[in-house]
């Protein structure tokens, strides 16, 4: 089968990262072990320079680009974390930067967005008005339009993420993705098809935002209501080229919810010292939700971002965090 991206490319985009990113850390925790009955790996990609993996395809993207395409200047959209990846990619770079972001995203993220120095244009209720937005401006403007899940370099980018993880534990039984466009999950399963074959990728969404996993389960792209409160999976719609990729790779595709993923968010704050905001949880979330699944095996889950709100991180000490936890724990 042929895609537009191959294992040669993710090869490529770590050479293009080298001297820009250093390889994160992965730790296991007994703790963590202790209550999931499995080897978790917890890969950090919450120490990323913007806090979150997708850095790694920001950056790649803007390194291929040619000097003349960047001077231009860049427009995207995003809910936060891809916004902060091409802020900081571009700032490295020195192009400039425009990102639609729906007025509803997190106040933290659209700061740390314009201290990188782009420009943030707050529009509309949801990631599908915010798109619509930034075409409209790119066009105007003559910006090069960055899609968020289709642009193949930002999936190559973040394939670096599980070179690292797969080269340093081979003998891995499955790595566990969270998902919003699907761009992380599609590059895991080009790497695991070529390092790990019996490594199984399994991704992960909120069921309260599942149009990546309905495009997976039906093999088509489909838009689906987008009610979840984590900012890092919130997308409408599936996206063509990650789905492609993960039409062929994917082991599995679970769906977990809002409140699960808060418990797991907070049992990283509380058994890994690690701050997470709700995306990065999600795949540890999903592991808690199939314990007998998981039992006795070695298991990474990818903590994607550590951008928490501050009322995240107000609630992970409050009651609702403990009733969460108490009950998953003695599920
Ligand atoms: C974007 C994001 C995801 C989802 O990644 P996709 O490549 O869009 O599927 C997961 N976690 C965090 C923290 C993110 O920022």
Known sequence: MEHELTYADVLAARDLLTGHLPVTPMWSYPALDAVTGATVHVKHENVQPVGAFKVRGGLTLLAAMAPAQRARGLMTYSTGNHALSLAYACAVFGAPCSVVMPATASAE???????????????????????????QLAAEGGRHLVSPGDTPALLAGVGTTYLEVLEARPDLDAVVVPVGSGTGAAAACLVAAQLAPACRVIAVQSSAAPAAHDSWRGGACVRRPNRTAVDGLATGRGFTLPQQLMRAGLADFRLVSDAEIFAAQRLLASHAHTLAEGAGAAALAAVLADRDGFAGQRVAVVCTGGNASAAEIAALGGPAGRALVTSSSCG
């Open 109 to 135: 993220k659209v700061r740390a967005v314009r201290a990188l120095g782009a420009t943030a244009v707050l529009h509309g209720a949801d990631m599908a008005s915010a798109q619509e937005r930034a075409e």
